[in-house]
T-cell receptor, first 110, second 109 residues
């Protein structure tokens, strides 16, 4: 099993550009989530999904969109990137009580 | 809103020392997770506790539900234990975890 994979590992965007961060898991987990990690702050939940076709907002959803068309994939879309979205983004899936995290995507918005 | 507070923020110790990291959490949290993040950035789940105590190798996690407090202990600490340790609370619902800010642990040889 590859576990949770994320692409790209690094990305630099200009303000106003859009992009999609990819996340996939091969463990058949229903629950998936996106977090952002900023210096001096704990990870914060952006969006989550409890199964294909079902998504909901987390603590900091503004400026991000998600969809869940399959159990495996949970992409995160930045609609119009802003410098405030510079962060490290983690995707995670969960089975029962254990969370499995992807390796992260480091995003810089200039 | 669920809240999780960790202490200390930074901890430097000598190899072999007994390490304790503390976590306090708010009323809405019913389970407490301990995670480890190494300098490369990867995050690994260590424990999930809703009561009592769990042990894995040199790591021990305890939780006191009445006091809403959890601790992570490391016995016979080693430089490879150097990492950021994060506690996170879950409320039993479908939403994600609420994270503490992490404890940056350095074990010196």
């Amino acid at each position: 099993n590859a576990g949770v994979t994320q692409t790209p590992k690094f990305q630099v965007l200009k303000t106003g550009q859009s992009m999609t961060l990819q996340c996939a898991q091969d463990m058949n987990h229903e629950y998936m989530s996106w977090y952002r990690q900023d210096p001096g702050m704990g990870l914060r939940l952006i969006h989550y999904s409890v199964g294909a076709g079902i998504t909901d907002q987390g603590e900091v959803p503004n400026g991000y969109n998600v969809s869940r068309s399959t159990t495996e994939d949970f992409p995160l879309r930045l609609l119009s990137a802003a410098p405030s979205q510079t962060s490290v983004y983690f995707c995670a899936s969960r089975r029962r009580a254990t969370q499995y995290f992807g390796p992260g995507t480091r995003l810089t918005v200039l | 809103k669920n809240e999780v507070e960790q202490s200390p923020q930074n901890l430097t110790a000598q190899e072999g020392e007994f390490i304790t990291i503390n976590c306090s959490y708010s009323v809405g949290i019913s389970a407490l997770h301990w995670l480890q993040q190494h300098p490369g950035g990867g995050i690994v789940s260590l424990f999930m506790l809703s009561s009592g105590k769990k042990k894995h190798g040199r790591l021990i996690a305890t939780i006191n539900i009445q006091e809403k407090h959890s601790s992570l202990h490391i016995t016979a600490s080693h430089p490879r234990d150097s990492a950021v340790y994060i506690c996170a609370g879950s409320g039993g619902g479908a939403d994600g975890l609420t994270f503490g800010k992490g404890t940056h642990l350095i074990i010196q040889p």
